[in-house]
């Protein structure tokens, strides 16, 4: 006997489920628009030119060495990354209010940012997190392995493929004071719908009235738009309108370093006199919970991005980098749309083009995805959403056609 006899089996990860049957299907027309991971026009896996050189640099540094990083990572990567998020002369950093940890790409520091608030943040009413309705699948598991009650709020609207405004900011308003809202930066996962800059600022309102706590998860600072300020506008808002704060940054997409796990958390401090005291205390706890679980981050990845943003040249060469791959899918999001307008296919396509970053939430339902996959060998998402990054010229006009044949 074990002592795991009664133990069950859980269900295999959607995602990577659907990855597998893409991989085992020999039809030559096959389409993944599965997996969030940029492919370029020919739907292979793209290294970016400037991590290239990034690269050359590491490996021609003679004191390139294997040694562990501090607990808290790469000091030259978490530097730039607060930066990178927050603005270059960010008051927070100046006033050393901002505490930042390397972590396992964006996972790992939702991950750190969860434990971190299960442990330290007062909760008198058990009050809950909150997340977007849908969110990324992961955010669900991650705060309910710390022990987090969550809840959700209203974020999709099925009539439109837009945003629930009026359920979002309802749900926002009676949630109970001291609750924790998960926000997607930009580029939300999977619905690929952003509140616009006046919305955001009123969410920003209703939170601050209701003392609710804003942690940002941001995968897509710089992919979504190509432009990095504009993508990091969200977080820098809330910023500046005094709040308190976490951030989970993860640098899978931007830099195209899934495998490698760059990654990082940041505790920013509202503004006051105690606030630097306040993040080297928050530090303090972080380094524990980061030296229990990992010790210390992974080096590789790091180096790779703090190369790049630490250096003018090659920062200027990462943006075109940015701009080749969302230009790309906005191309994609174009040509998709025209398509679908040229064949009259029923309903309307505008959110298409309107979404923003590797995801569209295309509207399609539950039988229209399984369909399109038996009988066209496209895979997406049983919810209907769909990689941007696997649309390209060649497939664009198949991936359309078959739209249009399971919507009739
Ligand atoms: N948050 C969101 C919303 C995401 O879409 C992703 C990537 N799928 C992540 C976090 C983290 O991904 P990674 O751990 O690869 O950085």
Redesign the pocket.
Known sequence: ASAFDTIAMAPTDPLFGLMAAYRADTFDKKVDLGI?AYRDDNAKPWVLPVVKKAEEIIRNDPAKNHEYLPIAGLASLTSAAAKLVFGNDSPAINEKRVVSYQT???????HLGALFLSKFYPRPANQSVYLSKP??A??HQIFQNVGLPIAEYPYFAKDTCGLDWEGLTASLQTAEPGSIILL?AC????TGVDPTQDQWKAIAEIMKARNLFPFF????QGFASGDLAKDAWAIQYFIEQGFELCV?Q????NFGL?GQ???CFHFVAAPGSHAEDLAKRVGSQLAILTRSEISNPPIYGAKIASTVLNDEQLFEEWKQDLCTMSGRIIAMREALRDKLVELGTPGNWDHITSQIG?FSFTGLSEPQVLKIREEFHIYMTKNGRISMAGLNTHNVEYVATAIDKVVR
């Open positions: 969030g396992i790409s964006g996972t790992g520091a939702v969110t990324w992961n955010h997607h580029a939300h996962n999977p998860d941001t995968a897509y989970a993860s640098f899978a997409k899934y796990r760059a990654g590797m």
